[in-house]
């Protein structure tokens, strides 16, 4: 394998705060990594850093790919992601639109929808946000960054906050992803993900009871 991120005393401030210390690692392409660590440790700054969404305020984030847009290689979830008012359908093609791909709209959505744990595409794809549960949303949103087709897939606590079904189907649908080739990375504190992805930890900050 060749590593796809390289991190070198990797820093994040904002004004006079650390919102993630110090950091070097390598992460390997096609490989999945789980980032743990307490509240407030840094694993959600991580993200954003490794999504090319902030700049880090010192160290360096050496990215093997695209590096005149990395931003389309890599696709972050977060913790509670936000979808359009509008339809199922139109958010998670909405990508795909933008990028001006706009050929086998319908095949890939209900590929997608169906990678996440929606057994009947069709049976969501005029709804709206409010007509979903939170598990649901959380799918939808997933399903949306895999139409991507992204190199590298970011996720923020993805199974925190929904239910166990969505939680099951979330985790086939990102272990499906790994196999695939694409490489993961995601703060979890659920042992249930990490052993299904069978994911190397990268551990961030130090319990209170350490300090």
């Known amino acids: 394998m060749s590593a796809v991120y390289e991190a070198r005393d990797l820093e994040q401030r904002y004004d006079r705060r650390t919102a993630l210390p110090k950091v070097s690692f390598l992460i390997e392409s096609g490989e ?13 700054t991580l993200l954003r850093l490794l999504a090319f969404l902030e700049r880090p305020f010192a160290g360096e984030l050496i990215y093997h790919g695209d590096r005149d847009n990395p931003r389309r290689e890599a696709s972050l979830l977060l913790q509670d992601p936000y979808l359009l008012r509008a339809s199922v359908f139109y958010n998670v093609t909405l990508g795909l639109r933008l990028r001006r791909r706009r050929d086998r709209l319908k095949a890939v959505y209900e590929e997608c929808m169906r990678a996440v744990g929606f057994e009947d595409p069709g049976e969501f794809a005029a709804r709206g946000p409010g007509a979903l549960s939170g598990g649901e949303r959380q799918r939808v949103a997933l399903a949306a960054r895999l139409a991507l087709r ?11 906050n929904v239910d166990a079904a969505s939680a099951r189907a979330i985790a086939v ?39």
């Open 150 to 160: 992204p190199r590298v897939l970011l996720l923020d606590e993805p199974t925190s």
């Open 32 to 44: 999945a990594v789980a980032l743990t660590g307490p509240n407030g440790c840094g694993k959600s």
């Open 173 to 211: 649908a990102v272990t499906r992803c790994r196999r695939d080739g694409v490489t993961v990375v995601c703060s979890t504190h659920d042992p249930a993900l990490i052993e299904a992805l069978q994911a190397r930890e990268i551990r961030l900050g130090r319990r209170w009871d350490e300090i």
